[in-house]
Each structure stands twice: as structure tokens, then as C-alpha cells.
């Protein structure tokens, strides 16, 4: 049994955040990761399984191994930061991952926002591959608001379309609310993240009405339909597609990275990250023309809640951190089998 661990029963196993941290950590250096970066890929895969973000956890490690594996992603990558002048900050990922081009980025983002009212963070050349909120969460932590926006491969087609043209294009959005955990977003402009589509069909489950299309074009419930050949399709028809279009606009076509449609890893087998761009907006509320900023976004979420909306954006997010902080974050039996073998390989 790993340090820090407890075991409940013979299929769940549970480990402390740290101890899943450096088991993270460990699997990437292994696979040629460098040490600085391996970090920062942990610490964001254990984020998301603490918070029962499972699609987005410890169900993305093969598919980074795979990709590291076929070449088609600089694990060892140093981005740089190319201009920092006035509000906007440039950064080449240099095809590495996009969390540490961020992360590179992140003091210089911060002082901008501080000293200007709002800093802009444009990367391209990266690759991403995880959840957006644990990218902007951090900000509203710090009293500010932050918006990311990021593309990803060709997986919606746009209504009426014949062949997928977007990524599942995410936006995300975080901001302080007085007590109590930030507002958190972060939502496709699909129907269904392309993830939950793969869990799925690895599960045996069918998808919602509306979520995808086969190869055909005709509509599907079956996961593996979407999978082979077929396409997601945005949520509310039209206006799902202006949002993801839009995504490509700020993510791609402002940063200089590639639309979802360039993304081509066909010389490279195994490869599962695009290779893409991604958009950072922060904003100082104190600069705004509120003083009582967080209060309002308490008060505006309470109201919504008394109109009956009885779970808000990351509410559960948080209790699940909440309760695995208490007993530690449970790692299934086959999940745990597959996390030994990578560390050992």
C-alpha cells in the first residue's frame, strides 16, 4: 500500500491529495515530462479527481502517456514569453502543454491586472487537455475575475453542417462571492464534453437526445457511433455554434494558434492533445465601479437559488472537495492497478 493511503474495501482505494499529487507527478517525469511541468500536469489530474471531475482526472493519464509516446507533444517543452508590454501577454507554448505556459505566465497576468484593471494572456502552440475551471478558479481566489476560452480537435459539426468543423471549445468563468467558495463555471459549447462521450461508451451508456450525430449525419444516441466517424453536435443548435465559433476566434485565430479543423496528429499515432491555442481575460473588480463587488455576486446567486434553482455552477464541485479533504480522494481498484503500472513501466 502507497503512504498515505486507506483503504476502505477491497475495490476503493483512498489516497490524500499530496499522495495522489506526487503519484501524478512520478507517472510524467517517467514518461518524459519535465520535473516543472510533471507538477503542474499533477497537481491539475488530481484537482479534478478530488473533485470529482472524473472525466477530466485520472481518466485523461493514458491519453497524455499515448500522446507523449507518439511524439506529437514536447513534454519537456520551456515556453516563452514573447511580449508583456501594456495589457496583453504573448507566450509560444512551443508545443508543450498549456498549464505550464500559464502557469510561466501567471505572475506577469496578475501585476497586469493589478496595476491596469485587466490583463490579457494569449498562448498558442499548447496543448490542453484538462478541465478549464481549475484555470481560472485560482483567480477568483485572489479577488479576481478571470475568463479562459480554449479550443480543441474537430468533434462538433455546426448545424446543418455535414462534417465537424469545432472543438468542444469550453468557456470558463470564476469570480469572488462572499462568503462562500467562488462562482465557477466551465461549459462546453457542445452538447456534451467529449470525455463524458468516451466514458460512455467505455461504461456501455447512452447519450442524451441531441448530443451527437453518426457518421452519416443522423442523429445518435450510441456513444460509439459519435466516436467513429460521427460528431457532437453544440447545445441549443445555432446558439451553441455562435459560442464555439466564437471560442475559435479568441482561442485561435487572436493568439495565432490552430483552428480545431487544422489540428492533424495523423503522423502521429497515439496522440490524443490538440495542439491549439488558448485566451486568458482577468479583471480587478476593485477598478469597476462597484465597491462591494463579491457581495453583489453573493447576492445575485442567492436570488437565483430562492427562484428555485436549487444547484449553481460548482456546487458540487465543492462539496466533493469538502468530503474527500475529510476521507480522501477514492481511487477505483482498476484505476489504482493502471496508475502502479505506469509509475513501474
Given at each position: 500500500m502507497l503512504e498515505g493511503t486507506m483503504t476502505s474495501t477491497t475495490e476503493i482505494t483512498h489516497l490524500t491529495f499530496d499522495v495522489l499529487v506526487?503519484?501524478?507527478?512520478?507517472?510524467?517525469?517517467?514518461?518524459?515530462?519535465?520535473?516543472?511541468?510533471?507538477?503542474?500536469?499533477?497537481?491539475?489530474?488530481?484537482?479534478?479527481?478530488?473533485?470529482?471531475?472524473?472525466?477530466?482526472?485520472?481518466?485523461?493519464?493514458?491519453?497524455?502517456?499515448?500522446?507523449?509516446?507518439?511524439?506529437?507533444?514536447?513534454?519537456?517543452?520551456?515556453?516563452?514569453?514573447?511580449?508583456d508590454g501594456a495589457a496583453l501577454i504573448r507566450v509560444d507554448a512551443r508545443n508543450g502543454f498549456t498549464l505550464a505556459a500559464s502557469a510561466l505566465a501567471r505572475p506577469t497576468l496578475l501585476e497586469r491586472a493589478r496595476e491596469q484593471g485587466v490583463g490579457v494572456l494569449a498562448i498558442r502552440n499548447s496543448h490542453h487537455f484538462s478541465a478549464l475551471w481549475p484555470d481560472v478558479e485560482p483567480f477568483a481566489d485572489e479577488g479576481l475575475v478571470a475568463l479562459s476560452f480554449v479550443n480543441s480537435m474537430a468533434v462538433v459539426v455546426p448545424p446543418g453542417g455535414k462534417k465537424a468543423i469545432f472543438g468542444t471549445n469550453p468557456v470558463a468563468f470564476a469570480a469572488p462571492r462572499a462568503g462562500q467558495p467562488p462562482y465557477v463555471f466551465d461549459q462546453s459549447s457542445s452538447a456534451i464534453a467529449n470525455g463524458d462521450v468516451q466514458i460512455a461508451a467505455r461504461e456501455g451508456h447512452s447519450l442524451r437526445e441531441g448530443a451527437g450525430v453518426d457518421r452519416d449525419g443522423n442523429p445518435?444516441?450510441?456513444?460509439?457511433?459519435?466516436?467513429?466517424?460521427?460528431?457532437?453536435?453544440?447545445?441549443?443548435?445555432?446558439?451553441?455554434?455562435?459560442?464555439?465559433?466564437m471560442v475559435e476566434i479568441l482561442a485561435a485565430a487572436l493568439t495565432g494558434g490552430n483552428f480545431s479543423r487544422e489540428v492533424d496528429w495523423s503522423q502521429h499515432p497515439g496522440a490524443q492533445?490538440?495542439?491549439?491555442?488558448?485566451?486568458?481575460?482577468?479583471?480587478?473588480?476593485?477598478?469597476?465601479?462597484?465597491?462591494?463587488?463579491?457581495?453583489?455576486?453573493?447576492?445575485?446567486?442567492?436570488?437565483?437559488?430562492?427562484?428555485g434553482q436549487e444547484r449553481l455552477p460548482s456546487d458540487r464541485r465543492f462539496r466533493t472537495r469538502a468530503e474527500t479533504a475529510r476521507t480522501g480522494i477514492p481511487i477505483k481498484a482498476k484505476d489504482m492497478a493502471l496508475l502502479q503500472e505506469l509509475v513501474s513501466e
Open positions: 506526487d503519484l501524478l507527478r512520478k507517472i510524467f517525469v517517467r514518461h518524459g515530462v519535465s520535473e516543472t511541468t510533471a507538477a503542474i500536469l499533477a497537481d491539475n489530474c488530481a484537482r479534478a479527481e478530488r473533485d470529482g471531475s472524473f472525466s477530466h482526472g485520472i481518466f485523461r493519464v493514458p491519453g497524455y502517456i499515448s500522446t507523449l509516446k507518439s511524439g506529437w507533444v514536447d513534454g519537456k517543452a520551456q515556453p516563452v514569453i514573447e511580449d445518435t444516441t450510441d456513444p460509439r457511433a459519435v466516436l467513429d466517424g460521427g460528431a457532437l453536435l453544440p447545445f441549443g443548435g445555432y446558439k451553441g455554434a455562435s459560442i464555439a465559433l492533445t490538440p495542439c491549439t491555442g488558448q485566451l486568458f481575460i482577468v479583471i480587478d473588480p476593485a477598478r469597476g465601479g462597484n465597491g462591494h463587488f463579491a457581495e453583489r455576486v453573493a447576492e445575485i446567486c442567492d436570488l437565483t437559488r430562492e427562484a
